[in-house]
């Protein structure tokens, strides 16, 4: 199991997992999900529910990924496997995203 923390303009959205590669789950923040002033990170994540899971990252995440020459540049620097697309996502996501949602893998 890897988890990551999801944050929006620095404030704490919600948290992502990944149970192993066909079992992953996104799940809103107690504080955030209650707060009608906060919106949802994505349009195909509302906040009409706290959890949502599914059998892939889902795109919004995924699509927050490097694509092409820059995808496997990052990978061998990296040493991350170019299907390991959890991994990519919380070694290059916490900083310099484009948007206000950025990831980090939970400190233990």
Not at 32 to 43: C, V
Not at 83 to 99: E, H, K, Q, S, W
């Amino acid at each position: 199991m890897r988890v990551a923390k999801v944050y929006r303009n620095e404030q704490l959205a919600g948290t992502l997992i990944q149970y192993n590669p066909k079992n992953y789950e996104f799940r809103y923040d107690d504080t955030w999900f209650t707060n009608d002033n906060l919106p949802a990170i994505s349009l195909t994540l509302p906040k009409t529910q706290q959890t949502y899971r599914a059998d892939h990252l889902f795109p919004f995440f995924f699509n927050m990924l490097s694509e092409g020459v820059n995808k496997k540049l990052q990978c061998r620097q990296l040493k991350i496997d170019e299907n390991d697309y959890f991994g990519l996502l919380v070694a290059t996501a916490a900083t310099d995203t484009i948007g206000a949602v950025t990831i980090e893998r939970e400190k233990k």
